[in-house]
Nanobody, 113 residues
Framework: VQLQASGGGLVQPGGSLRLSCAAS????????MGWYRQAPGKQRELVAR???????TYVDSVKGRFTISRDNVKNTVYLQMNSLKPEDTAVYFC????????WGKGTLVTVSS
């Protein structure tokens, strides 16, 4: 499975961004897709994930602000990020879990005025 992420960038506090992650290859094996992030000097943490059936999980700090969704036809997962805060600044990584654990290249999200 190959993962291609896009959508990062610089945004002001309170702004929005949408991240996309397209999966290719043996996508039939994917059970979960999600987003992790890693801020400077911190460990990588789960932000949100979605199962093939649609069940979602969010880290508490993004609940009510971020929404993860999945297009099973396009094999793409999205992360809509609203009301962004400076503490959301991090490199965001797309992840797919199935027969193995797959990672995309990170995309940088910077929230700053």
């Amino acid at each position: 499975v190959q993962l291609q992420a896009s959508g990062g960038g610089l945004v002001q506090p309170g702004g929005s961004l949408r991240l996309s992650c397209a999966a290719s290859g043996s996508v039939f094996s994917i059970i979960l897709m999600g987003w992790y992030r890693q801020a400077p000097g911190k460990q990588r943490e789960l932000v949100a994930r979605i199962a093939s059936g649609g069940t979602t999980t969010y880290v508490d700090s993004v609940k009510g602000r971020f929404t993860i969704s999945r297009d099973n036809v396009k094999n793409t997962v999205y992360l809509q990020m609203n009301s962004l805060k400076p503490e959301d600044t991090a490199v965001y990584f797309c992840n797919a879990f199935g027969q193995n654990d797959y990672w995309g290249k990170g995309t940088l999200v910077t929230v700053s005025s």
